[in-house]
């Protein structure tokens, strides 16, 4: 696995601590708020687990395939 491969998994695990942060400050009371941070918190934390799905796959075309989730998740 490349160094590059390798810095994937704690950036990723790090995304997902500062996408959490975001959404532990959105006011309380506002819906649209809270509605609109639950689904940035969805994706944003599944963005590690589909990293750490890919890193495992069987073949490389499965790894691409994963991967291209990762990169939609996070658009």
Known sequence: MSEQAKDLKPRTKAFALR?????????KNNT???????????????VGANYREASRGRSKAEFISKIGDCLKEIE
């Open 19 to 27: 996408v959490i942060r975001m959404y532990s400050k959105l006011p």
């Open 32 to 46: 649209v708020a809270q509605v609109l941070g639950k689904q940035v918190l969805r994706s944003g934390t599944s």
